[in-house]
């Protein structure tokens, strides 16, 4: 699967963002575990966002970003996305989507079984 990221960019704090990550590589996507990571400059990489497979999807979110971020996905378009509202500067990282064909459980120890390259989110105060 390969994973290509969008939507990064430059936004004041208070202001939201929407992130893109659509998948290629003729995978169906509707049976696999969908998430976003962050990683900001001399910090580990950070979980951010799951959602799963089933019908309801179940999200799981860190208490960071929980109530300010959404995720969401699109089987149909191969996609995942990642609404965030309220932001902080201390949201600025530059923000991967993974892709893990097993469980949930795996994208958030962050062991995802593929990686997209990442987009750039900067929050100015």
């Known amino acids: 699967v390969l994973l290509a990221e969008s939507g990064g960019g430059l936004v004041q704090a208070g202001g939201s963002l929407r992130l893109s990550c659509v998948g290629s590589?003729?995978?169906?996507?509707?049976?696999?575990?969908l998430g976003w990571f962050r990683q900001a400059p001399g910090k580990e990489r950070e979980f951010v966002a799951v959602i799963s497979y089933n019908f309801p999807a179940d999200t799981y979110y860190p208490d960071s970003v929980k109530g300010r971020f959404t995720i969401s996905r699109d089987d149909a378009k191969s996609a995942v996305y990642l609404q965030m509202n309220s932001l902080k500067p201390e949201d600025t990282a530059v923000y991967s989507c993974c892709v893990d064909i097993r469980s949930p459980a795996q994208v958030i120890n962050g062991r995802a079984d593929y990686w997209g390259q990442g987009t750039q989110v900067t929050v100015s105060s």
């Open positions: 590589g003729g995978h169906d996507f509707s049976n696999y575990a």
